[in-house]
């Protein structure tokens, strides 16, 4: 099994992405330069957090057309796993492997904070481990997270149980309170169609270890690295 | 040749920056003011070598590909000539 970590020019949270799963988690991980053409022989592709391209047009907007772009979608369109956290999931989301768009925060202030989230499907690679229901403490950091899709969009996401983690409070209830961008009906992750291309933007991998006050989000890395096992297994 | 395209977020989205901009220009006096939406503005600078027509071909896909995010957001192009 291996994983690989897509650094764009201003990614900032890929060498934290690549610790959680070299020294955490304990798998193979190498890092793939967004010039790249290939995700070589990587199970596993993850967007990592950051200002790519200085966020300049749109987030994640100038990103996608990075060569490596098309080695990603062409990796997810053969099942390949791929997990964009952040501007990650601000990219997936500008290159069309996930539906709706990340706009501006509500208040319109970058939020720096823990949240919670609650696990709202166990039917993904990346939840596989957690409880349904279960509410993981991880912070967010940034300023468009505000997540809006079409009504349309939003009956598919929710008939297709494709909504993956809403913002929450402690306790699991979904307030008004506990949504700290404004995002459509608390959203704050959601897979694709096939369920094997997810995007959150809070960061787990700021949340897996215990030293740095929490470690909920390792959970999401460790159901990610037991599917690929799994697969790995089965082949 | 120049060209000038609007991009301007889609009636149905929230526009928390014009609020924003809406409530400040009230606070220091402006009256009137019903509404403000925030948008995007571009102006190219084509060369030479595409006719008219071309032109406004590869404007328009090129708003909609890459300076729109049709999910949010509308465009409109307008060609000088």
């Not at chain 1, 969009?153 to 699991?172: H, M, P, Q, W």
């Amino acid at each position: 099994m291996k994983f690989g970590v897509v650094v764009f020019p201003g990614s900032n949270c890929d060498h934290d992405t690549y610790h959680v799963i070299s020294k955490v988690i304990g798998q193979p991980v190498e890092f793939i330069w967004h010039r790249q053409t290939s995700v070589n022989d990587c199970d596993a592709v993850l967007l990592p957090g950051g200002f790519s391209y200085g966020d300049y047009l749109r987030t994640g907007a100038i990103a996608r057309f990075s060569p490596v772009m098309s080695a990603v979608k062409e990796f997810a369109a053969n099942g390949g796993k791929v997990m964009g956290i952040c501007n990650g999931f601000q990219i997936l989301c500008e290159a069309g492997l996930l539906p709706g768009a990340l706009m501006r925060n509500a208040n319109l202030k970058f939020v720096c904070q823990h949240i919670n989230m609650r696990v709202e499907t166990t039917d993904t690679p990346f939840t596989a481990l957690c409880q349904k229901g279960q509410v993981l403490s991880v912070p967010i950091a940034h300023g468009d997270g505000n997540y809006f899709c079409d009504t349309a969009t939003l009956e598919e996401l929710k008939g297709d149980n494709r909504i993956v983690f809403r913002y929450s409070n402690a306790n699991g209830a979904l307030t008004e309170g506990a949504n700290p961008n404004g995002s459509l009906e608390n959203i704050a992750g959601i897979v694709n169609r096939e369920r094997n291309v997810m995007g959150l933007m809070p960061h787990p991998e700021r949340a897996s270890e215990e030293l740095l006050g929490s470690n909920d989000g390792r959970i999401i890395f460790s159901s990610l690295a037991a599917t690929l096992a799994d697969l790995a297994k089965a082949s | 040749m120049k060209a000038k395209i609007y991009v301007t977020l889609k009636p149905s989205v929230l526009d928390p920056q014009g609020k924003a901009i809406h409530h400040a220009v009230e606070t220091i006096g402006y009256t009137g003011i019903a509404d403000v939406r925030q948008g995007k503005f571009f102006e190219v600078t084509l060369d030479e070598s595409l006719t008219v027509e071309a032109a406004r071909a590869h404007i328009e896909r090129m708003a909609q590909d890459v300076l729109t995010n049709p999910v949010i957001e509308d465009c409109r192009v307008e060609l000088e000539t």
